[in-house]
């Protein structure tokens, strides 16, 4: 077995990903450990539902960058001895799977209206067994320890009875009710839509200004708006009470132009003075705040726009049956002809489209079944307020979710689609019937819609686990410990999961919540394949065709799965960051150190067993202390949800000390016949890397681990996570090797400087406090060759700074002295140049105040720099 591992490490000099991925993953697969027995308690337990992706497509960068997290949370909690749970499953995703099954169709000449609702549900269920096993593939592909063996679907039959029987339950609290309200209606797919699928678009249109006359003759009124053709369902007009140009009109009437309709003129604080006239055309039946006001007040709610986004016969005959953009010109074109336009500006602002159908979304009153969500919100609130759950980072997310929940209003949960959940609700003439099974005798209809995919996605956490019965699975796994999703849907998936866990389970279905980065294109824009700005990760795992967003065209590398992993929580510190390859590149180049650093490591080593209890020299003692504190550093931040601090730090405390620096120092006694306690040592800190890294980076970690000494090491993901050991912290060889890696950093500078020759050595006398122990690896690191203080006196060309005193070189064929001294003054030369360049800019009052506050920053940190290495020069 030990002559395998020696042949395999001799024979692999390079990580090749694609040669160890697909192995490791069957490894994990076939031992069972992603699906944990149903036993013990939630708090004995760990457990994530993943967000469920839509079964429509592929996993996207938000996706991979969600997963890497939420992987890591539960290979740390696995490795920390505790049954993990990674439910896994995809969301029906309602309109999504409806409009690509419909676009099928369209190809092939056909509608869903022409094959009707039972045969177009069996077309989707088609494809869906066709296309779904993609993203299954693709979270493999990505090292998830999702739990594959129970995979869940929202339109499975079990999670089916949930939905309806939730529905239900609602209902008869009276929570759940059918009435005429404002929604975002879609006119290009003709249903209600919610938030999550409607997206601004910045739109240039015109603001007119328009006189209605008072019906006392008396003058006009006049009024601000950019979209003429709702006027004509126009039931008020509303200014602000302390508005004291419109005061003496309150109570009064204007008359509507074209219509002829009495609008009375209200008062009410919504109104801001400042817009446009400060007068507000209030149109209850097109605008979600004039629908308020309209409540509010009583007013009228007539609606002039249709479900197909048509003009109705409401309207005057000469403008029905026109789409909404004619019909903004027939009525300017009328305003003008009677002189009641009496101004127009352009104005941009933000407007309302589907992202489906990528029509204008029309806000429309609509007969739709409704969620209150008033009494649903209060426990959403207090369970946030008094921190059972806590959202990471805490700012200003909570903040967020409270400013919703207390500010919310009536959800739209039907939604005129054919693939989803029908509503369980059945018409028989006035009857109506809600109920878990269909109504007796004859004459019954069900309800045509749907609900909203966000009303059964809000049950995930526990209807996975089998709930309303009271599986083993759900005393196990339920409240689960963490949710990790994008900011744009706390309001859509997180709030709502809350409400419907306290309200069905009584327990919140989560305690911590983590919002994690959005990732954007390179140049800033959105991901999106249509953009061209879109990444597919696997193709940075296999390697694959760059976007066009990318100008150079080419191919990624085949990265691997770990730097894919690596990359994205490196990059991933704020809220908004566009995609950086550089961090995946250097992902990659974190595997290959590792890899090459453990075949060092394992090709040399005795045959002992790990154990930093044998450090035996100061350099030794010094690494220990650094993992350990590393250790501890590691676990803060892997616990506070502070991924990329963590891998960072993860980077630098293997690559910068570990390799770098502590194998270094290590090498010539590994060479030793004798090697003992160093090998101890050293495998002591390769598997401490290991286990702390492998949340990160599982596959190259495992891969390494399975090529360690000993026949019975088992598997590194379910190896005990290290805990930190403080008793091993060593201040005292901290400090030491850290004044020797400064000596080594100053001695290596001024080689650079003076261009020695990489193979000779400089000669050089010590005078510094110290180094007695340390003087071997000083020289051996720096390349220089110590000589007797009696043998230096007179030829002293320069000195060198370093802790406790000074190195003097001497004359030696390692440089030219005098070509030397010419290259370090040309060098100090610029560095003053530049200096004094910066400093003149930063002088300058007007550059400083007009140009961008990232220039000037950047000119500071140029100027730092500069005077930084100067000194560093000139000492």
Known sequence: MADDRLKTLEERTRYEPADVEGRVFARWDEAGIFHPEAEGTPDENFSIAVPPPNVTGNLHMGHALNASIQDLKIRVARMRGMRTKWI??????????????????????????????????????????????????QFRELGASLDYEDERFTMDPDYVRAV???FVHLYEKGLVYRDNYMVNWDPGLRTAISDLEVEQREVEDTLYEIDYPLHSGSGSITIATVRPETMLADTAIAVNPSDERYSRLVGESAVLPLVGRRLPIIADE??????????????????????????????EEITVIGEDGRITDSAPERFQGMETHEAAQAVVAELREQELISGTQPYVHDV??????????????????????????????????????KFHPEKPWTGVYLNWLENIRPWCISRQLWWGHQLPVWYRGDETHVGETEPGGDGWERDPDVLDTWFSSGLWPF????????????????????????????????????MFGKELTEQVPFTDVNIHSVIQAPDGRRMSKSLGTGIDPSDLIHGGARPPVYEEGGEFPA??????????????????????????????????????????????????????????????RWIVSRLERLTARVTELYDDFRFSFAALELYGGFWSELADWYLELAKPRLYEEENEEVSAVLLWSLERILRLLHPVMPFVTEEIWSLMPGDERGLLAVAEFPVADESRYDEAAERELGRMIEAVTALRRYRDEVSAKPSAAVRGHVVADGYDDLLGHLARLARFEWVDGADADGDVIASVPIPGGAVQVLPSDAFDAGEAEARVEKKRAGLVQEIERAERKLSNDQFVAKAPAAVVDEERRKLAEYREALAQLES
């Open 352 to 389: 309302p489209h589907s992202h489906r159908s990528g029509r204008r979304v029309e806000p429309l009153i609509s007969l739709q079944w409704f969620c209150d969500m008033d009494k649903l919100a209060k426990p959403a609130i207090e369970v946030v307020r008094d921190g059972q759950i």
């Open 270 to 299: 919504y109104v801001d003075p400042e817009f446009g006239t400060g007068a507000l055309k209030i149109t209850p039946g097109h605008d979600q705040n004039d629908f308020e006001i309209g409540r509010k007040h009583k007013l």
């Open 164 to 166: 309806t029987k939730v």
């Open 559 to 620: 990265y691997g799965a770990d730097a894919l992993r690596f990359g994205l929580l490196a990059m991933s510190s704020s809220q908004d960051v566009r995609f950086n390859e550089e961090r995946v590149k250097q992902g990659r180049d974190l595997a290959n150190k590792l890899w090459n650093a453990a075949r060092l490591i394992l090709l040399r080593v005795a045959d002992v067993e790990p154990d930093a209890a044998a450090a035996s020299t100061v350099e030794d």
């Open 88 to 137: 896994f499953g995809k969301d029906h995703a309602g309109i999504a799977t409806q409009r690509v099954v419909e676009r099928q169709l369209e190809e092939d000449g056909l509608s869903r209206e022409e094959m009707g609702r039972e045969a177009f549900t069996e077309r989707v269920w088609q494809w869906v067994e066709e296309y779904g096993g993609n993203i299954s593939r």
């Open 463 to 498: 209807a996975t686990l089998g709930w309303p019965e009271a599986t083993d699975e759900l005393r196990a796994f339920y409240p689960t410990d963490v949710n990790s999703t994008a900011r744009d849907i706390i309001f859509l998936w997180v709030a709502r999961m809350v």
